[in-house]
């Protein structure tokens, strides 16, 4: 039990965002340049796309005071973020990427310190999203901290280095993803803000899904994320160029601060150091917990995710629930009554927006290009059509096609259709023979057969490639690989098809999924090496409740059958009590005072049991630790934990 049965539940479960691989970024296949096919498919683009967009360009240059270079490093000297990483970005596209992407890419890479307006700055390029400073009559207000303790301590310093060094008056989360409160303790400690008493500002339900966010399908949603976010890619032109909302993950220390003011109603007004912040909540538009703000003095607005300078994701492919886009236009359409004449508007991600009219424009053609993909979603999902065929139907009008700052980068037109077929009416398409179909690799296996044999199938998939037809290749090539997962020819001929797809993809998350697909196709699946402590300072903040969920869905039913075990589990320092029952091959917790017949009563501190969460305790700590207590039968206790699977989240995802 060194490594818990139940971490793997949680030590990602805080953000899937934050898987910490220990792989060094594999290089890629050499041979892998892009075709002739690909080459005329991004010809097309550029010839067909206006993609010179003078505005964006002078608007994500604009107010530039300072630039960093060099290397952010953690305690153990290890390269958090790396200001250099992206400096081959520049002049015209290299053939392997999407021109449209590649102007992205390079607008998201002007990092450095930036003024928005009077008293209002941004650090932008320190991590995948921005950190926004507001001058306040004391001292900073600190709007969003970025994702680690490492790249908010350097935004901090660099800006203090520039701007002066003025104290932190107050803190405000925009929304409850981790790429926005990680970086808390770089920034200040909770000591420090009780002491001084400054505010941290949060949406209602921040602290619940900021701590809980992920953590039943942690492990799911972080192997998955490796391939969203392109952690294990090179960063050149045939591997990781950006991500659509930024450049990259800073895979850094993880931590939290609790609010002191949580923004309730729909609409609330602030003080926050002399200056008064008017706060709308948009609940379950980009997060189920966000809001945006207004200052009336400065004339600003800050829209957190709900708007932006991509289409963002109703879906995200590294898994989560699908979000609402009817309520996210709604929010939208209200932003523009109460914010409409602002004169600056800056987001939590991407480059500000200047100008009244300009900004009301944006914000309208953004607000209709959601109400568009939903809109038409629905009216072929009414005419009979499934998802895959709406996706195919629906494309974006010339009007909203030409505004840049609504197309896929991150997400795209064609999986956020999925998401609002799915929102409605979930996975089935109504035709009775995906009521239940064969799993992968069985059908996989007749698939080969039906074609003639593996050498036949590799045959038609090879014609498929070198036509340039890679959607229809990789469709019959996943059969080719599932069936015969050893075959060299069908893993090469597969790895191809996704290099050229990755390369036409004008969203980096798209990218980065075929280009990650390639790698592991060509040199395998990468090795667990989990910093499990990176993660203590966050989850002291997620309730029990949530970790014993995490270890219900961690039970393997097949030991469990015919077991009938039940615990007591006994909090030293906290006074929880919890009792729990494996019964009918189901995990039930309850709070409540110990039983006497429980087979066993677990007592231990709650940083011992954070430890166990987070794999850094094991069975010899469970029996001998000063911080832990058994009475009662310690084979029963044994017998079950023994009953919790670990995974690993190391799971083949191209491969079988």
């Given at each position: 039990?060194?490594?818990s049965?139940?971490m793997?539940?949680l030590?990602?479960?805080t953000?899937?965002?934050l898987?910490?691989c220990?792989?060094?970024p594999?290089p890629?296949?050499?041979?892998?340049?892009?075709?002739?096919?690909?080459?005329?498919?991004?010809a097309?683009?550029?010839?067909?796309?206006?993609l010179?967009d003078?505005?964006?360009?002078?608007?994500?240059?604009r107010?530039?005071?300072?630039?960093?270079t060099?290397?952010?490093?953690?305690a153990?000297g290890?390269?958090?973020w790396d200001?250099?990483?992206?400096?081959?970005?520049?002049?015209?596209?290299?053939?392997?990427?999407?021109?449209?992407l590649?102007?992205?890419?390079s607008?998201n890479?002007?990092i450095?310190?930036?003024k928005?307006?009077?008293?209002?700055?941004?650090l932008r390029?320190?991590d995948?999203?921005?950190?926004?400073?507001?001058d306040?009559?004391?001292?900073?207000i600190?709007v969003?901290?970025?994702?680690?303790?490492?790249?908010?301590?350097?935004?901090?310093?660099?800006?203090r280095?520039h701007?002066?060094?003025?104290?932190?008056?107050?803190i405000?989360?925009?929304h409850?993803h981790?790429?926005?409160?990680?970086?808390?303790?770089?920034?200040?400690?909770?000591e420090?803000?009780?002491?001084?008493?400054?505010?941290?500002?949060?949406?209602?339900?921040?602290?619940?899904?900021?701590?809980?966010e992920?953590?039943?399908?942690?492990?799911?949603?972080?192997?998955?994320?490796?391939?969203?976010?392109?952690?294990r890619?090179?960063s050149?032109?045939?591997?990781l160029i950006?991500?659509?909302?930024g450049?990259?993950?800073?895979?850094g220390?993880?931590?939290i601060?609790?609010?002191?003011?949580v923004?309730?109603?729909?609409?609330?007004t602030?003080?926050?150091?002399?200056?008064?912040?008017?706060?709308h909540n948009?609940?379950?538009?980009e997060a189920?917990?966000?809001f945006?703000?207004y200052?009336p003095?400065?004339?600003?607005?800050?829209?957190?995710e709900?708007?932006g300078h991509?289409l963002h994701?109703?879906?995200?492919p590294?898994?989560?629930?699908?979000?609402?886009?009817?309520?996210?236009?709604?929010?939208?359409?209200?932003?523009?009554?109460?914010a409409g004449?602002?004169?600056?508007?800056?987001h939590?991600?991407?480059w500000?927006?200047w100008?009244?009219?300009?900004?009301?424009?944006f914000?309208e053609k953004?607000?209709?290009?959601y109400?568009?993909?939903h809109?038409?979603?629905?009216?072929h999902?009414?005419?009979?059509f499934?998802?895959?065929?709406i996706?195919?139907?629906?494309?974006?009008?010339?009007?909203?096609?030409?505004?840049?700052?609504?197309?896929?980068?991150?997400?795209?037109?064609?999986?956020?259709v999925?998401?609002v077929y799915?929102?409605?009416?979930?996975?089935?398409?109504?035709?009775p023979?995906?009521?239940n179909?064969?799993?992968?690799v069985?059908?996989?296996?007749?698939y080969v057969?039906?074609?003639?044999?593996i050498?036949?199938?590799?045959?038609k998939?090879?014609?498929?490639?070198?036509?340039?037809?890679?959607?229809?290749?990789?469709?019959?090539?996943?059969h080719?690989v599932?069936?015969?997962?050893?075959n060299?020819?069908?893993?090469?001929?597969?790895?191809?098809?996704?290099?050229?797809?990755?390369y036409?993809?004008?969203?980096?998350?798209?990218?980065?999924?075929?280009?990650?697909g390639?790698?592991?196709?060509?040199?395998?699946?990468?090795?667990e090496?989990?910093?499990?402590?990176?993660?203590?300072?966050?989850?002291k903040?997620t309730?029990?409740?949530?970790?014993l969920?995490?270890?219900?869905?961690a039970?393997?039913?097949d030991?469990?059958?015919?077991?009938?075990?039940?615990?007591n589990?006994v909090?030293?320092?906290?006074?929880?009590?919890?009792?729990l029952?494996i019964?009918n091959?189901?995990?039930?917790?309850r709070?409540?005072?110990?039983?006497?017949?429980?087979?066993?009563?677990l007592?231990?501190?709650?940083?011992?049991?954070?430890?166990?969460?987070?794999?850094?305790?094991?069975?010899?700590?469970?029996?001998f630790?000063?911080?832990?207590?058994?009475d009662g039968?310690t084979?029963k206790l044994?017998q079950?934990?023994?009953?919790?699977e670990?995974?690993?989240?190391?799971?083949?995802?191209?491969?079988?």
């Amino acid at each position: 039990m060194k490594s818990s049965p139940i971490m793997a539940a949680l030590v990602l479960g805080t953000s899937a965002l934050l898987t910490a691989c220990s792989d060094a970024p594999a290089p890629l296949d050499p041979s892998s340049a892009a075709s002739e096919f690909t080459q005329a498919f991004h010809a097309d683009v550029a010839a067909n796309t206006d993609l010179v967009d003078t505005a964006n360009n002078a608007d994500a240059r604009r107010g530039l005071i300072a630039q960093p270079t060099g290397k952010v490093m953690n305690a153990e000297g290890d390269v958090i973020w790396d200001y250099d990483e992206f400096n081959f970005i520049e002049g015209k596209a290299p053939s392997t990427v999407n021109p449209s992407l590649w102007r992205q890419a390079s607008l998201n890479n002007q990092i450095g310190l930036y003024k928005v307006a009077d008293r209002i700055y941004q650090l932008r390029g320190f991590d995948l999203s921005n950190m926004t400073l507001i001058d306040g009559e004391t001292g900073w207000i600190v709007v969003d901290v970025l994702t680690s303790e490492e790249t908010a301590r350097a935004a901090m310093a660099f800006a203090r280095k520039h701007l002066g060094d003025k104290p932190v008056t107050a803190i405000v989360f925009t929304h409850s993803h981790v790429d926005h409160f990680g970086g808390a303790l770089g920034v200040m400690n909770a000591e420090e803000v009780a002491a001084k008493n400054v505010p941290v500002v949060a949406p209602i339900g921040f602290m619940e899904e900021a701590t809980s966010e992920n953590v039943l399908v942690g492990m799911a949603m972080a192997r998955r994320s490796i391939y969203m976010y392109g952690k294990r890619l090179p960063s050149n032109p045939e591997g990781l160029i950006d991500n659509g909302l930024g450049k990259a993950v800073a895979y850094g220390k993880v931590g939290i601060l609790p609010p002191t003011l949580v923004v309730k109603e729909s609409k609330e007004t602030h003080m926050l150091d002399g200056l008064e912040f008017m706060f709308h909540n948009v609940p379950g538009s980009e997060a189920p917990s966000e809001f945006v703000f207004y200052l009336p003095e400065l004339k600003a607005f800050c829209s957190a995710e709900l708007f932006g300078h991509t289409l963002h994701n109703l879906y995200t492919p590294r898994g989560a629930k699908v979000r609402d886009a009817l309520k996210w236009a709604s929010y939208m359409d209200e932003a523009i009554a109460y914010a409409g004449d602002a004169e600056v508007m800056f987001h939590q991600h991407n480059w500000p927006v200047w100008g009244s009219e300009n900004i009301r424009s944006f914000m309208e053609k953004q607000r209709d290009v959601y109400r568009f993909i939903h809109d038409q979603t629905v009216r072929h999902m009414n005419a009979g059509f499934t998802s895959s065929e709406i996706a195919e139907k629906v494309v974006m009008p010339p009007a909203l096609n030409t505004f840049l700052s609504g197309r896929g980068y991150y997400g795209t037109v064609s999986h956020n259709v999925k998401a609002v077929y799915q929102f409605y009416m979930g996975w089935f398409d109504a035709n009775p023979a995906n009521l239940n179909p064969l799993p992968p690799v069985e059908a996989a296996k007749k698939y080969v057969e039906v074609a003639g044999g593996i050498d036949a199938l590799l045959n038609k998939a090879e014609e498929a490639v070198n036509k340039g037809e890679y959607r229809w290749a990789a469709e019959l090539l996943k059969h080719a690989v599932y069936a015969d997962p050893d075959n060299t020819r069908a893993k090469n001929l597969l790895a191809q098809s996704f290099d050229q797809m990755g390369y036409m993809a004008e969203s980096a998350p798209w990218r980065n999924f075929y280009l990650t697909g390639a790698l592991e196709l060509r040199e395998g699946g990468y090795t667990e090496g989990f910093k499990r402590s990176m993660f203590l300072d966050m989850l002291k903040h997620t309730p029990t409740e949530r970790f014993l969920e995490a270890m219900a869905a961690a039970l393997n039913s097949d030991k469990a059958e015919g077991e009938d075990i039940q615990i007591n589990l006994v909090f030293s320092d906290t006074q929880e009590n919890y009792v729990l029952r494996i019964n009918n091959s189901v995990l039930h917790h309850r709070a409540g005072k110990p039983e006497e017949s429980s087979a066993a009563t677990l007592t231990l501190s709650k940083p011992f049991f954070l430890n166990m969460m987070a794999g850094e305790a094991g069975a010899a700590d469970l029996l001998f630790s000063d911080q832990t207590k058994i009475d009662g039968s310690t084979i029963k206790l044994g017998q079950f934990f023994g009953m919790l699977e670990k995974a690993t989240g190391n799971f083949n995802i191209v491969t079988p």
